[in-house]
T-cell receptor, first 113, second 110 residues
Framework: NAGVTQTPKFRILKIGQSMTLQCTQD?????MYWYRQDPGMGLKLIYY???????DKGEVPNGYNVSRSTTEDFPLRLELAAPSQTSVYFC????????????FGPGTRLTVL | GQNIDQPTEMTATEGAIVQINCTYQ??????LFWYQQHAGEAPTFLSY????GLEEKGRFSSFLSRSKGYSYLLLKELQMKDSASYLC???????????FGRGTSLIVHP
């Protein structure tokens, strides 16, 4: 199993550009999450999904959108990039709400200039 | 509330023992996680505590006191590779998604 994979690894955007961060897991996990991590600030939840077709907002959803058309994929969309969205983005998954472990992808380092 | 407090940074010597503390607000508590994160990498799961007491897993142990809103991660026989950030995360009843603290950066020196 590849686990949780994310693309791209690095990206530089100009203000106002849009992009999609890809996330795929091959563990048949129902639950998937998007976090952002700023230096010294821990992980903040952006959006999460409990299964295909179901998504919900986390702590910091503004400026982002998600979709979950399949169990495997959970892309994160930035429509109008802003410097405040410069961060490292982690996708994670878990089997169920009772699971005691989240599996994280390698992260995407995004810079908005 | 969601306040989770950890020291920002700690240093220790190779071969020594270090204890990283985490305090949290006790309302609705439903489990506590510790994750390890090396610089530039993803967090990886270390432990999960839901009942009081000490759970040992090799060189790493995690302790929980629910009444005090307190946990610690104990690392024994420190190695240079243990230099990393250690994240405490708390799960509360009604939400299965853990909230993360800011992490403790541990530096192990020879």
């Amino acid at each position: 199993n590849a686990g949780v994979t994310q693309t791209p690894k690095f990206r530089i955007l100009k203000i106002g550009q849009s992009m999609t961060l890809q996330c795929t897991q091959d563990m048949n996990h129902n639950y998937m999450y998007w976090y952002r991590q700023d230096p010294g600030m821990g992980l903040k939840l952006i959006y999460y999904s409990v299964g295909a077709g179901i998504t919900d907002k986390g702590e910091v959803p503004n400026g982002y959108n998600v979709s979950r058309s399949t169990t495997e994929d959970f892309p994160l969309r930035l429509e109008l990039a802003a410097p405040s969205q410069t961060s490292v983005y982690f996708c994670a998954s878990s089997y169920s709400e009772l699971a005691n472990e989240q599996f994280f992808g390698p992260g995407t380092r995004l810079t908005v200039l | 509330g969601q306040n989770i407090d950890q020291p920002t940074e700690m240093t220790a010597t190779e071969g020594a023992i270090v204890q990283i503390n985490c305090t949290y607000q006790t309302s609705g508590f439903n489990g506590l996680f510790w994750y390890q994160q090396h610089a530039g990498e993803a967090p990886t799961f270390l432990s999960y505590n839901v009942l009081d007491g000490l759970e040992e897993k090799g060189r790493f142990s995690s302790f929980l006191s629910r009444s005090k809103g307190y946990s610690y991660l104990l690392l024994k026989e420190l190695q240079m590779k243990d230099s990393a950030s250690y994240l405490c995360a708390v799960k509360r009843g009604g939400s299965y998604i853990p909230t993360f603290g800011r992490g403790t950066s541990l530096i192990v020196h020879p």
